[in-house]
């Protein structure tokens, strides 16, 4: 399957979701907002296809680091196409045989589904959302919960950068040259500028960097 190993990597920012609230009397501080996403060299997320194997090579290192993150909580935020490309692997009899740690953390987790076109969502702990993506994006981080986590869906990332919603990005730089495609962020004319925070790196060539605002 040309897709397992983005949904495999995808899980990898769900350790990094710490879940807030608490008993201490205290006012529970704002959620979070994270993307994570793989970009190519030459700075396409997507290169129009359907497929993103080109996204993550099969290695040892690699596959070790993904399945070490895949035990964290997070409330997760999708766009249709997105949504619907996790949503068919998933919740199989092959992902949970093939995976099912992460498998049952990306069941588990609570879904809201951007979409204008969708009439209903059927993946377990899915809400279909038809109101203002920005108004919503910030009420959901005015509640209590997990931190909220965006995978692919570049147009929702592009339009929450603008908003400027969006606390931190954990970007995976893949040593591929596309040639074509979708920036991540394309139409934000806002110019926020990031702090690098961390970095890793991998045999596979693979970096990733965590950014914050």
């Known amino acids: 399957m040309f897709r ?5 990597a995808g899980s990898v920012v769900a350790a990094s979701a710490a879940t807030f609230g608490g008993g201490t009397g205290a006012p529970a501080p704002q959620r979070r907002l994270i993307v994570f996403n793989s970009l190519s060299l030459d700075g396409y ?12 090579a099969r290695d040892d290192e ?14 997760l935020i999708f766009g249709r196409k997105t949504y619907e490309m996790m949503a068919s692997f ?3 009899p092959e992902a949970r045989e093939r995976l099912p740690e ?4 990306m069941n588990r987790m609570r879904k809201n589904v951007f979409s ?32 909220l986590l965006i995978m692919g869906s570049g147009e929702i990332v592009s339009q929450l950068t603008h908003a400027g919603l969006i606390d931190e990005y954990q970007l995976v730089f893949v040593p591929l040259v596309l040639g074509r495609g979708r920036s991540l962020f394309e139409g934000v004319s806002t110019r926020p500028r990031l702090k690098l925070t961390k970095t890793r790196s991998f045999q596979n060539g693979h970096i990733v960097a965590w950014y914050s605002i």
């Open 116 to 147: 204008r076109s969708l009439s209903d969502v059927h993946w377990e702990n899915s809400r279909l959302v038809k109101a203002d993506l920005a108004e919503e994006v910030r009420r959901l981080k005015a509640q209590s919960g997990p931190t």
């Open 45 to 56: 997320f997507t290169d129009g296809t359907p497929d993103v194997n080109w996204a993550h």
């Open 4 to 8: 397992r190993d983005f949904l495999v």
């Open 90 to 92: 998933w919740p199989t």
């Open 62 to 75: 690699w596959q070790k680091f993904t399945r070490e993150n895949a035990g964290g909580d997070a409330e």
């Open 102 to 105: 992460v498998a049952a953390s």
